[in-house]
């Protein structure tokens, strides 16, 4: 059988991965992609399983294929506060670094694929493209995190849960086109953890949720099942 062109060269393992077109991963040859290959791992984990410890030693870096991360930073009392959550193909890890500065956990049942910091390191001094991708998305980490310090800071609770909810759809399938009407999402997060994510109480965030239902703004099912008929209404709900 005649060898495609645009996946000669390119492992099996990498061929259909989000990372490899979108992520980090695009910005390697296949030359680069296969000496990375042989150190990868690729693996899935429930939901609740530790994947990075709090100022641990970090030995791998990975990334996301399916399913949601969460972030957390513990203070030195042992109380946790959600900082963030990643979905694929995002990069998991903070390179140069050999301590990790936050925990995380999958949220749900993930996909990983992982390789050694040091194999990843290597390769960042020797292809700028890699590093460029890497910073790229660290900004972006940065313009959300900034983003949500004014949803913290200035939005009701209703734009609040409007702007939670906005940021599944918009990253729970980032492949779909600008033209989509709707989604629909599993929560990656029980109410208590929404209400810490958000700095609101459970009551806050129950109480938002159903009022959002009963003005048809969303649906639910199984009472996490989320669909989303008009996203561009949601977008106004959260003050977008």
Same mark, same amino acid.
């Given at each position: 059988?005649?060898?495609?062109?645009?996946?000669?060269?390119?492992?099996?393992?990498?061929?259909?991965? $989000?990372?490899?077109?979108?992520?980090?991963?695009?910005?390697?040859?296949?030359?680069?992609?296969?000496?990375?290959?042989?150190?990868?791992?690729?693996?899935?984990?429930?939901?609740?399983?530790?994947?990075?410890?709090?100022?641990?030693?970090? $030995?791998?870096?990975?990334?996301?294929?399916?399913?949601?991360?969460?972030?957390?930073?513990?203070?030195?009392?042992?109380?946790?506060?959600?900082?963030?959550?990643?979905?694929?193909?995002?990069?998991?890890?903070?390179?140069?670094?050999?301590?990790?500065?936050?925990?995380?956990?999958?949220?749900?049942?993930?996909?990983?694929?992982?390789?050694?910091?040091?194999?990843?390191?290597?390769?960042?001094?020797?292809?700028?493209?890699?590093?460029?991708?890497?910073?790229?998305?660290?900004?972006?980490?940065?313009?959300?995190?900034?983003?949500?310090?004014?949803?913290?800071?200035?939005?009701?609770?209703?734009?609040?849960?409007?702007?939670?909810?906005?940021?599944?759809?918009?990253?729970?399938?980032?492949?779909?086109?600008?033209?989509?009407?709707?989604?629909?999402?599993?929560?990656?997060?029980?109410?208590?953890?929404?209400?810490?994510?958000?700095?609101?109480?459970? $009551?806050?965030?129950?109480?938002?949720?159903?009022?959002?239902?009963?003005?048809?703004?969303?649906?639910? $099912?199984?009472?996490?099942?989320?669909?989303?008929?008009?996203?561009?209404?949601?977008?106004?709900?959260?003050?977008?």
């Amino acid at each position: 059988m005649r060898e495609d062109i645009h996946t000669a060269g390119v492992p099996l393992l990498c061929v259909s991965c $989000e990372a490899r077109h979108r992520g980090i991963c695009g910005a390697l040859n296949s030359e680069q992609l296969v000496a990375l290959a042989k150190s990868t791992k690729r693996y899935k984990a429930k939901a609740g399983k530790e994947l990075m410890g709090d100022s641990r030693s970090v $030995e791998r870096f990975s990334n996301v294929l399916s399913g949601v991360v969460k972030l957390t930073k513990t203070l030195s009392d042992g109380r946790q506060q959600i900082v963030g959550l990643q979905f694929a193909p995002d990069f998991l890890g903070r390179p140069f670094r050999s301590e990790s500065t936050l925990s995380a956990e999958a949220a749900t049942d993930v996909e990983l694929c992982s390789f050694p910091r040091q194999a990843l390191e290597r390769m960042i001094k020797e292809q700028p493209d890699l590093e460029h991708r890497l910073l790229e998305q660290k900004l972006r980490e940065l313009d959300q995190a900034r983003d949500w310090m004014v949803a913290l800071g200035r939005k009701t609770a209703s734009e609040k849960i409007a702007s939670f909810l906005l940021m599944i759809v918009r990253n729970i399938d980032p492949a779909a086109g600008p033209e989509r009407r709707g989604a629909a999402f599993d929560l990656p997060l029980s109410r208590a953890e929404i209400a810490d994510f958000l700095g609101l109480t459970v $009551e806050t965030v129950s109480r938002q949720i159903t009022r959002l239902r009963s003005e048809n703004v969303i649906r639910i $099912e199984n009472n996490r099942h989320v669909i989303v008929d008009d996203i561009e209404r949601l977008a106004t709900r959260a003050g977008d």
